[in-house]
């Protein structure tokens, strides 16, 4: 806690992620939208909010006691309730506006039916997540993100699926052909994907798997140093990655011509102005 405070007091901005799976009837969801827009502008939050029947998906940005205000409205006055943030903090807005979108799902595996139906199904928290991959080496460890994220960083011994888009993994899944019987460690930035990657994996025939608790973001939390992490964690807005302190990455910008994180520095012939690219772009 003092570090974050420490951080606080250093940074400008508090950005905030949360998730939480719960049942939100349909003929509300406008509702809630309207309700967070308002809310939001009158804070002067800014951030991504995903809803749907199932749920809701959100990272948000604003001054901390802003942002503090916006929380206590989602699990005070909204149907929300109480959740999990994870907080970090930055010297710019990451941020250029608030947006809520409705969404069949709130993280897209495409298929509706797989929700978790209880909190904290098969979650490891940090320590314990920390302790399997020192000293059980015989279990397996699945980067459930995207590709253009697993090339910012991942777990030492993470298999990375490389996958697009997160629907394709339970193809992947299938393809990587891992023994049932093993035991399985999945992770991905905060957490929600897994909920939904843990369910495809059991209705595959896998039993013995655990997800971090929290993620990516609450092992750098907990964890000093994140020892066996390599690399940064993307994330998704202006600030394109943290490191292993949260703070925001100085190694890596949007590549101007796709989009995808950039590392390469070259000087533009056009403006003259240093741009960094992505080695893909480079090379093409």
Request: aromatic share 12%.
């Amino acid at each position: 806690m003092t570090w974050f405070l420490y951080c606080a007091s250093m940074n400008s901005y508090q950005i905030s992620s949360f998730y939480k799976f719960r049942n939100l009837p349909k003929e509300d969801l406008q509702n809630i939208k309207k309700s967070l827009e308002k809310k939001a502008k009158e804070l002067h939050v800014r951030g991504l909010f995903l809803i749907g029947q199932e749920g809701f998906n959100a990272t948000i940005s604003g001054k901390p006691e802003d942002c503090q205000e916006f929380k206590t409205f989602l699990q005070t006055e909204t149907p929300i309730g109480e959740m999990v943030f994870k907080d970090s903090y930055a010297e710019y807005m990451p941020f250029r506006t608030f947006k809520v979108k409705i969404k069949k799902e709130i993280v897209t595996i495409g298929d509706t039916e797989v929700v978790p139906k209880a909190l904290h199904f098969h979650h490891i928290p940090p320590k314990e997540w920390q302790n399997i991959l020192v000293n059980d080496p015989d279990a397996v460890v699945i980067d459930t993100r995207n590709w253009y994220e697993t090339e910012i960083g991942k777990f030492h011994k993470a298999i990375d699926m490389e996958i697009n888009e997160f629907n394709e993994f339970p193809k992947k899944l299938q393809e990587l052909q891992i023994a049932k019987d093993k035991k399985i460690l999945i992770y991905c930035t905060g957490g929600i994907r897994c909920e939904k990657a843990i369910i495809e994996m059991q209705n595959q025939g896998y039993e013995n798997v655990y997800q971090l608790e929290g993620g990516i973001l609450k092992y750098f939390e907990d964890i000093p140093g994140a020892p066996e992490w390599d690399g940064e964690c993307f994330v998704f807005d202006r600030r394109v990655a943290v490191d292993k302190n949260l703070e925001a990455s100085q190694n890596f910008t949007f590549c101007p011509h796709c989009g995808q994180p950039a590392t390469v520095e070259v000087n533009c012939i056009r403006c003259q102005k240093k741009q960094k690219l992505c080695e893909k772009c480079l090379a093409s």
